[in-house]
């Protein structure tokens, strides 16, 4: 995913994910303030902090597969020509296409059977159906970014392999 300006820089899912972290931050600094200083407890906050804290973290990793930030060890593969690396990089996706479809097919089971044998969460009382899609969700929108990662490798002939020494 070439940067072509400023503002095709971060994928959408990252201002998702940076409001999501702000709720958990907003609503984990209420809850110590009014836990230590006003000796209050809102039994709902904590709840609500973990759930917020889950989607948080599946949409980040959307963020890492869209920008192309996830982590892959790359030693072996640096070896090879461009045309063997486009071969490795190509089998690598299709198996992470595969494990996350098998996620996704899995999680939206997993999912349906909560709707039908509903767990309630205790603080908020809503069904934990809705925190737990963020499963299937998160692993369909990193397929599809992990699809278009091919095509515009395929594209552009562009192999990006992150070098962390070189971002650091």
Not at 32 to 40: A, E, G, H, P, Q
Not at 45 to 51: A, D, P
Not at 137 to 164: Q, S
């Amino acid at each position: 995913m070439a940067v072509k300006n400023e503002k095709e820089k971060y994928p959408p899912e990252a201002y998702l994910g940076v409001f999501l972290f702000s709720v958990l931050v907003v609503l984990l600094t209420m809850q110590v303030v009014l836990r230590y200083v006003f000796n209050k407890n809102l039994s709902w906050s904590e709840e609500l902090s973990r759930m917020v804290y889950v989607w948080g973290v599946y949409i980040s990793f959307c963020v890492a597969g869209a920008t192309r930030k996830h982590i892959r060890i790359t030693f072996l593969v640096d070896k090879f020509s461009n045309r063997v690396k486009k071969v490795i990089m190509f089998l690598a996706d299709l198996v992470w296409i595969i494990f996350n479809m098998t996620l996704v097919i899995q999680g939206v089971l997993y999912v349906l059977s909560m709707r039908q044998y509903p767990y309630i969460s205790a603080g908020l009382g809503i069904n934990y159906m809705y925190i737990y899609a963020i499963v299937p969700i998160g692993f369909l929108v990193l397929t599809i970014r992990n699809i278009m990662n091919m095509i515009h490798r395929f594209r552009e002939g562009e192999i990006v392999l992150t070098d962390m020494r070189q971002e650091l």
